[in-house]
């Protein structure tokens, strides 16, 4: 379906796609709109939407086999740290660099090290937080 959409949209057809399969769209789409309780909450390309939110953060993704320390290390940083369900660490308001820096100075070992943004689904949800119709 994705090949004949694309192929359609290639041809200068413009296509419109009602989803709630929002990680398909942002794959998908190249502009889209968000309607929630009846009223447009925003629309713009999918990066602009996706870019447009103040309070979704980014965060960087972590895991080590010496997860104490390593969130004693960067929370004296004044990183937040959240253990994410999978072993991995969730840790706000630190780079990546900078939470391997830490790592490294404090001799903790990585497994993984990656920069998350948030992604279209994340948007949605605080762009429509207490709309009554997506309930």
């Not at 602009?48 to 939110?53: K, T």
Request: glycine share 8%.
């Amino acid at each position: 379906m994705r090949g004949l959409l694309q192929s359609l949209a290639a041809e200068g057809r413009t296509i419109l796609v009602s989803s709630h399969l929002l990680s398909e769209m942002e794959q998908l789409a190249d502009d889209v709109i968000i309607i929630a309780d009846g009223h447009l909450v925003r629309q713009g390309s999918v990066a602009e939407v996706v870019n447009s939110s103040d309070t979704t953060t980014s965060y960087v993704r972590v895991r080590t086999p010496s997860a104490d320390e390593l969130t004693t290390a960067l929370t004296a940083q004044g990183a937040v740290v959240t253990p994410a369900g999978d072993g991995a660490l969730l840790v706000a308001g630190m780079a990546a660099a900078a939470v391997g820096a830490a790592a490294f100075a404090a001799g903790i070992e990585l497994h993984e090290l990656a920069e998350a943004r948030p992604d279209l689904e994340d948007v949605f949800l605080e762009l429509t937080a207490g709309m009554a119709a997506i309930r």
